[in-house]
């Protein structure tokens, strides 16, 4: 029997890590993640988060 790999990689944003980078405060998590992914928009004009305001969950099963 052949044995496999698999592996996923999920991410989630880091609300925590983007409000403080950009120097966000009073804000709800929805709002900060808005934020994060306007700024992100403006640089690159595609709508999604920079890594460093992600958390990484690894799945893997043998």
């Known amino acids: 029997m052949d044995s496999f790999l698999i592996f996923d990689i999920e991410t989630v ?33 595609i709508l999604f988060s920079q890594t460093i305001y992600k958390n990484y969950l690894y799945i893997s099963n043998i």
Request: glycine share 6%.
């Open 13 to 45: 944003p880091d609300i925590e890590s983007g409000a403080s980078i950009l120097g966000l405060t009073n804000l709800s998590d929805e709002e900060v993640i808005k934020a994060m992914e306007h700024t992100k928009f403006q640089k690159l004009e």
